[in-house]
């Protein structure tokens, strides 16, 4: 066992990596391409910040067997944070127009801008390095949050732990909404106008887009997050995570610290939603505290157990079917449509949800294993050749 | 004075609006350890059943369909849904839950087109009264009266028949009920449909007071309902039915404050409260697999 495990952690590595870059570069060479306006760059973007927050998601609840539903929240927390550090402060007043202007000064950018130069390559390298400090600081902000709520709400088990982690997320929700907090937070109207992904793409002199990035930006931030979580996953971290899901007393008697391994775990998860909430906000340019509902967690759960909890890969794939599926190619089952004439029947706003949604329960009731099960990439593209399904079947079972 | 009494008599009827829904929670819960999740969802689907059905026939015809409908749902629910998954571990089917909530609410989307739905005037009980000087509507009155009467009918067929002996069976063990000869699935499926009735009734109540049905308008009034079945102690219904009293009214008086923003807020920061410091709620049973 352990030397089958190393042979594929050393070439999987490999090709996880190969395909990784072949998709990173791929999204460049076709956001080039391509019509900037096509629905597969959405589906590339919302995928993307998906997959971040999916594998938070899973590093939590597939790989600490923490059942935790508060990832909205933490994304809400991670999209304030990125927002309020980041709205140029000439534009404050318009956006804080109900509260006579923020009572936050200033934005990273124009930080770095004052230090690199506000223009040409000065300009880029402020805009990057204010996005990239906003972005850890919203992960940062949404972990301390983790900290504290993991004080009393960890000790408790399974389902428990799911309604208070969600009940958290609805607190948080209505703090953020609140009009004495206004001045900070805008209270519950959007905060816009801060940086996005298209403001990564490169101009030249005259304002015309040179190269595009807007959507390798986002991809390229989530498989660095991505790649940190699985390093995570692999050390020794990462096994006394998996030894809590498998076994608690038992992992407590091998002398790991349950206290402390479940509170890393659920502030690194935190962690990694509040920099997806900061690439979620960036995805749809504004922020407001009644998108990040109850629903939105779901939906995460949803690509978490169609992915396969437990397989980040997994975790990856699913969240770029389901996005895919949901806002692109089951498009058409929401408009009318007639066939010689006849109006095909059902089609109409709204059905392609309910088809999405059906196909949903076929997977939780028929596939409880969803795509991957716990496997990664490398295992499924190994495993192909060797045929030995039997002896593995045994094998995960001891 | 005039403010504060009907502050209270509304508290005390959405109190008891949630409570029809708790006991649905809890006694799920009680059998087979599941939040059920898309219980709200039923309420919700209750709700736009019935603005559906009284378009198109009277309302003495629609309300006996509604409630037969309604716990038809709840029954297809549970053998759709819930019943292949009994053997497998219990965080599959809380996703199945989540999952058939979602649906239900795609569903509704789809069936209301995204528009608020006005829900029909009932006979009589939305008709006005002056309590205490405080004008309200006969449903806040008849709220709490009918909850009293429905809990204690359930209690009767809970203590004394052989169906409720059943379910007291099962919720103390699973297994052993089972080798005696219980047919869980039976007892399962009524546990599912007592609890769909109720929440229609629910449903019937509630809208009463909030005149439109949205697709989300069951997920807060279900959250909130399985708060109150955990604050009483999950598994025992007056602790579900008394929970569920004290967050409606405490949420009425903070929505009559300046902190509306709060009043949802306030419920889960009970809960988080109460599972910290008791976390078998106030009648709840000593438990073990909770902390």
Same mark, same amino acid.
């Given at each position: 066992?352990?030397?089958?495990?190393?042979?594929?952690?050393?070439?999987?590595?490999?090709?996880?990596? =190969?395909?990784?870059?072949?998709?990173?570069?791929?999204?460049?060479?076709?956001?080039?391409?391509?019509?900037?306006?096509?629905?597969?760059?959405?589906?590339?973007?919302?995928?993307?910040?998906?997959?971040?927050?999916?594998?938070?998601?899973?590093?939590?609840?597939? *790989?600490?067997?923490?059942?935790? =539903?508060?990832?909205?929240?933490?994304?809400?927390?991670?999209?304030?944070?990125?927002?309020?550090?980041?709205?140029?402060?000439?534009?404050?007043?318009?956006?804080?127009?109900?509260?006579?202007?923020?009572?936050?000064?200033?934005?990273?950018?124009?930080? *770095?801008?004052?230090?690199?130069?506000?223009?040409? *390559?000065?300009?880029?390298?402020?805009?990057?390095?204010?996005?990239?400090?906003?972005?850890?600081?919203?992960?940062?902000?949404?972990?301390?949050?983790?900290?504290?709520?993991?004080?009393?709400?960890?000790?408790?088990?399974?389902?428990?732990?799911?309604?208070?982690?969600?009940?958290?997320?609805?607190?948080?929700?209505?703090?953020?909404?609140?009009?004495?907090?206004?001045?900070?937070? &805008?209270?519950?109207?959007? =905060?816009?106008?801060?940086?996005?992904?298209?403001?990564? &793409?490169?101009?030249?002199?005259?304002?015309?887009?040179?190269?595009?990035?807007?959507?390798?930006?986002?991809?390229?931030?989530?498989?660095?997050?991505?790649?940190?979580?699985?390093?995570?996953?692999?050390?020794?971290?990462?096994?006394?995570?998996?030894?809590?899901?498998?076994?608690?007393?038992?992992?407590?008697?091998?002398?790991? &610290?349950?206290?402390?391994?479940?509170?890393?775990?659920?502030?690194?998860?935190? *962690?990694?939603?509040?920099?997806?909430?900061?690439?979620?906000?960036?995805?749809?340019?504004?922020?407001?505290?009644?998108?990040?509902?109850?629903?939105?967690?779901?939906?995460?759960?949803?690509?978490?157990?169609?992915?396969?909890?437990?397989?980040?890969?997994?975790?990856?794939?699913?969240?770029?079917?389901?996005?895919?599926?949901?806002?692109?190619?089951?498009?058409?089952?929401?408009?009318?449509?007639?066939?010689?004439?006849?109006?095909?029947?059902?089609?109409?706003?709204?059905?392609?949800?309910?088809?999405?949604?059906?196909?949903?329960?076929?997977?939780?009731?028929?596939?409880?294993?969803?795509?991957?099960?716990?496997?990664?990439?490398?295992?499924?593209?190994?495993?192909?050749?060797?045929?030995?399904?039997?002896?593995?079947?045994?094998?995960?079972?001891? | 004075?005039?403010?504060? /009494?009907?502050?209270?008599?509304?508290?005390?009827?959405?109190?008891?609006?949630?409570?029809?829904?708790?006991?649905?929670?809890?006694?799920?819960?009680?059998?087979?350890?599941?939040?059920?999740?898309?219980?709200?969802?039923?309420?919700?689907?209750?709700?736009?059943?019935? /603005?559906?059905?009284?378009?198109?026939?009277?309302?003495?015809?629609?309300?006996?369909?509604?409630?037969?409908?309604?716990?038809?749902?709840?029954?297809?629910?549970?053998?759709?849904?819930?019943?292949?998954?009994?053997?497998?571990?219990?965080?599959?089917?809380?996703?199945?839950?989540?999952?058939?909530?979602?649906?239900?609410?795609?569903?509704?989307?789809?069936?209301?087109?995204?528009?608020?739905?006005?829900?029909?005037?009932?006979?009589?009980?939305?008709?006005?009264?002056?309590?205490?000087?405080?004008?309200?509507?006969?449903?806040?009155?008849?709220?709490?009266?009918?909850?009293?009467?429905?809990?204690?009918?359930?209690?009767?067929?809970?203590?004394?028949?052989?169906?409720?002996?059943?379910?007291?069976?099962?919720?103390?063990?699973?297994?052993?009920?089972?080798?005696?000869?219980?047919?869980?699935?039976?007892?399962?499926?009524?546990?599912?449909?007592?609890?769909?009735?109720?929440?229609?009734?629910?449903?019937?109540?509630?809208?009463?007071?909030?005149?439109?049905?949205?697709?989300?308008?069951?997920?807060?009034?279900?959250?909130?309902?399985? /708060?109150?079945?955990?604050?009483? $102690?999950? $598994?025992?219904?007056?602790?579900?039915?008394?929970?569920?009293?004290?967050?409606?009214?405490?949420?009425?008086?903070?929505?009559?404050?300046?902190?509306?923003?709060?009043?949802?807020?306030?419920?889960?920061?009970?809960?988080?409260?109460?599972?910290?410091?008791?976390?078998?709620?106030?009648?709840?049973?000593?438990?073990?697999?909770?902390?």
């Amino acid at each position: 066992m352990p030397k089958t495990k190393q042979q594929t952690s050393g070439s999987g590595k490999l090709i996880t990596l =190969l395909i990784v870059a072949a998709f990173m570069a791929l999204t460049i060479i076709l956001e080039n391409t391509m019509s900037p306006s096509s629905l597969l760059f959405t589906v590339i973007k919302k995928g993307a910040v998906y997959s971040l927050v999916a594998v938070s998601m899973n590093l939590l609840n597939g *790989f600490t067997g923490l059942f935790s =539903l508060g990832q909205a929240g933490f994304m809400l927390l991670g999209a304030y944070t990125y927002a309020i550090f980041m709205i140029p402060s000439d534009v404050r007043d318009s956006v804080y127009y109900l509260f006579n202007g923020s009572s936050v000064h200033f934005s990273f950018q124009e930080m *770095f801008g004052a230090i690199f130069g506000t223009a040409g *390559f000065g300009g880029a390298v402020s805009l990057v390095l204010g996005v990239l400090v906003a972005i850890i600081c919203a992960g940062i902000v949404a972990a301390i949050f983790a900290y504290l709520i993991g004080l009393p709400v960890l000790r408790l088990k399974s389902d428990y732990l799911a309604i208070a982690t969600l009940g958290f997320a609805e607190i948080i929700r209505a703090i953020f909404q609140w009009d004495k907090l206004g001045p900070v937070t &805008n209270g519950a109207n959007m =905060l816009k106008n801060f940086p996005t992904f298209a403001d990564f &793409n490169i101009k030249n002199a005259s304002g015309q887009i040179v190269l595009r990035l807007s959507a390798f930006v986002p991809v390229f931030l989530s498989a660095v997050c991505i790649f940190i979580i699985v390093l995570l996953i692999n050390s020794s971290y990462g096994r006394a995570f998996k030894a809590i899901r498998d076994d608690e007393i038992a992992a407590e008697a091998m002398g790991v &610290n349950l206290a402390h391994h479940k509170r890393l775990s659920f502030c690194i998860s935190s *962690f990694f939603a509040g920099v997806g909430g900061a690439l979620f906000a960036m995805f749809t340019t504004m922020v407001q505290a009644k998108v990040f509902t109850s629903t939105m967690t779901y939906e995460i759960l949803l690509i978490v157990v169609i992915g396969g909890i437990g397989s980040v890969s997994g975790s990856c794939i699913a969240s770029l079917l389901y996005i895919a599926a949901s806002e692109w190619w089951l498009r058409f089952l929401d408009n009318e449509t007639y066939i010689n004439g006849t109006r095909v029947p059902l089609l109409r706003s709204g059905f392609r949800m309910v088809v999405f949604s059906v196909i949903i329960m076929i997977v939780v009731l028929f596939f409880r294993q969803g795509i991957m099960g716990s496997r990664e990439l490398p295992e499924l593209l190994r495993r192909r050749p060797k045929k030995q399904p039997a002896v593995e079947e045994v094998r995960t079972h001891e | 004075m005039q403010f504060f /009494v009907s502050q209270i008599l509304s508290g005390i009827s959405l109190g008891g609006q949630y409570a029809l829904i708790a006991i649905g929670y809890t006694m799920v819960y009680g059998i087979l350890r599941l939040i059920n999740f898309a219980h709200g969802d039923v309420f919700m689907c209750a709700g736009v059943m019935m /603005v559906f059905m009284s378009a198109s026939m009277p309302i003495y015809a629609s309300i006996p369909l509604m409630l037969v409908l309604t716990v038809l749902l709840g029954f297809v629910i549970e053998r759709a849904a819930y019943k292949p998954l009994r053997t497998a571990p219990r965080m599959s089917v809380m996703i199945s839950a989540i999952g058939v909530s979602y649906l239900l609410q795609n569903l509704a989307l789809y069936a209301t087109g995204g528009q608020p739905q006005t829900y029909p005037t009932l006979p009589f009980i939305s008709n006005s009264v002056t309590i205490l000087g405080a004008p309200t509507h006969w449903v806040t009155v008849i709220t709490p009266v009918l909850v009293v009467l429905l809990v204690l009918a359930l209690q009767w067929l809970i203590n004394h028949t052989k169906i409720g002996m059943a379910m007291r069976a099962v919720a103390k063990d699973f297994e052993t009920s089972q080798l005696m000869g219980i047919k869980i699935n039976r007892v399962i499926s009524v546990t599912f449909i007592i609890g769909s009735f109720l929440a229609a009734v629910g449903s019937l109540l509630y809208f009463t007071n909030y005149p439109t049905v949205v697709p989300l308008s069951g997920a807060m009034p279900g959250l909130k309902a399985f /708060v109150a079945a955990v604050f009483g $102690g999950i $598994g025992s219904i007056p602790g579900a039915v008394i929970g569920a009293f004290i967050i409606g009214i405490v949420e009425t008086l903070i929505k009559g404050t300046s902190y509306t923003v709060f009043s949802d807020a306030f419920t889960f920061a009970l809960l988080i409260i109460i599972l910290v410091v008791k976390p078998t709620g106030l009648f709840g049973e000593r438990a073990t697999d909770k902390v």
